[in-house]
């Protein structure tokens, strides 16, 4: 009986894209592939007649079935990258994004004390708060999730990054313990009941509930600026991430609840993604 002869990096990527298909299919396959063998995608350039063992094809071939059934490959590697971070993800949680690190960016610019204090909403990874405690040693950052298992994902990822986060388990601001802050940041629920995008890619996967946000999306974004300036520090920040085309009515809520300064800023596709405010509380009069 004759063994079956072994397969190449090459020849496993190469059957991989074509039926994985989509944006990025290659760039999909030498992830599962680097995950499966341990060798960096580099690797499989220089020497793209590397034959791979048979135990890690089967292993390849597993995840790749999962990517063609639409699978997140985030999901399928249990990890994605943030702010440089690696993040352990879970579908109970979404996948960061690449257009939230413009949040990340937007709050460092913010007028903030050396030792401030720090809320990040419906936390889920732990990513947008990481990214902030890894950026700023002295800020005291906290953060919240509503589902026990974010809670535990994301205070896993602080204990691997040896970052310090306190993250409590409350759907907003309902179980967090009597504080106010300098900054609260959330990249809350945003996408319309019924949005066609919600059949579509990686988005399938992910939990509804990190997702959409009543028939316009803004349901969670109306408590979320609502109650917020009880949780604030007179000339405390609120920051938010929302739709690309949810920049003026989000704007619109800040100054019907009292912020000043209120602006929106755009990702990084030139798209109103991110509105911010200041409470001015004591200061305003």
Not at 106 to 115: D, F, K, W
Not at 193 to 207: A, T
Request: one cysteine or more; charged letters at 25%; hydrophobic letters at 40%.
């Amino acid at each position: 009986m004759t063994s079956k002869p072994s397969r190449t990096c090459e020849q496993l990527i190469r059957d991989a894209v074509a039926r994985i298909g989509g944006a990025s299919p290659r760039l999909d396959a030498e992830l599962l592939l680097s995950h499966v063998t341990g060798l960096s995608r580099t690797r499989f350039r220089a020497w793209p007649e590397q034959p791979v063992p048979a135990d890690q094809v089967e292993a390849f071939e597993r995840l790749v079935a999962g990517r063609v059934a639409g699978q997140p490959v985030a999901y399928l590697l249990g990890h994605q990258e943030f702010w440089s971070l690696p993040l352990k993800v879970s579908p109970a949680t979404l996948i960061p994004r690449p257009d939230t690190e413009c949040l990340v960016e937007v709050a460092l610019t913010l007028p903030l004390a050396e030792q401030a204090r720090v809320l990040d909403l419906g936390t889920g990874t732990g990513a947008i708060a990481l990214a902030l405690a890894s950026e700023r040693p002295g800020w005291r950052v906290g953060a919240c999730d509503r589902i026990a298992e974010a809670v535990a994902l994301a205070r896993c990822n602080a204990e691997a990054l040896g970052l310090p986060l306190q993250v409590w388990q409350s759907r907003w601001f309902d179980g967090l313990p009597p504080a106010r802050f300098d900054l609260i940041v959330s990249n809350p629920p945003y996408i319309k009941e019924g949005d066609r995008h919600l059949g579509e890619g990686d988005v399938r996967f992910e939990p509804p509930s990190a997702l959409v946000s009543g028939p316009d999306g803004l349901n969670d974004l109306r408590e979320i600026v609502q109650r917020a300036p009880d949780w604030l520090v007179p000339g405390g920040w609120l920051l938010v991430e929302h739709g690309y085309d949810q920049g003026a009515p989000v704007r619109a809520l800040f100054q019907a609840r009292g912020f000043a300064r209120v602006e929106s800023r755009q990702d990084y596709g030139a798209r109103e993604r991110l509105t911010l405010g200041c409470w001015p509380g004591a200061e305003k009069d």
